[in-house]
């Protein structure tokens, strides 16, 4: 079981970053559409930002599960800036999805390296 825990965080932590640069490339793709941003919503971008915020929720309550509460918070707090870039709910003030994301990404990635003992 030991083992088989050892394997499947480093594969969790893999997907969840994975998705949430998904998400952040997907937010990028509407903003560069040079147009109004509820317009560049399609119903196929909807469709794709909801299964993708989906499957990083899952990912992020898995992290949950099996890693300490302290690399949980900091995978929740990227996943919910990933999750407001998709949305634009900072669309008050200027700012990119990369700088909106900038300060929760490194922190999920220093926890998990502290998790696996780098």
Do not use: K, N
Request: proline share 3%.
């Amino acid at each position: 079981m030991a083992e088989a825990r050892r394997t499947e965080r480093p594969a969790l932590l893999g997907e969840f970053t994975g998705l949430a640069q998904q998400g952040v490339r997907l937010a990028e793709q509407r903003e560069g559409t040079g147009g109004d941003w509820e317009t560049a919503a399609t119903a196929e971008w909807r469709a794709a930002a909801l299964g993708l915020i989906d499957r990083t929720w899952v990912c992020e309550r898995m992290i949950g599960v099996v890693f300490p509460a302290d690399l949980y918070r900091r995978a929740r707090a990227y996943g919910t800036a990933v999750d407001q870039v998709l949305w634009r709910e900072y669309a008050h003030v200027e700012v990119s999805s990369h700088d909106r994301v900038r300060g929760p990404r490194p922190a999920v990635l220093e926890a998990a390296r502290g998790q696996s003992g780098r």
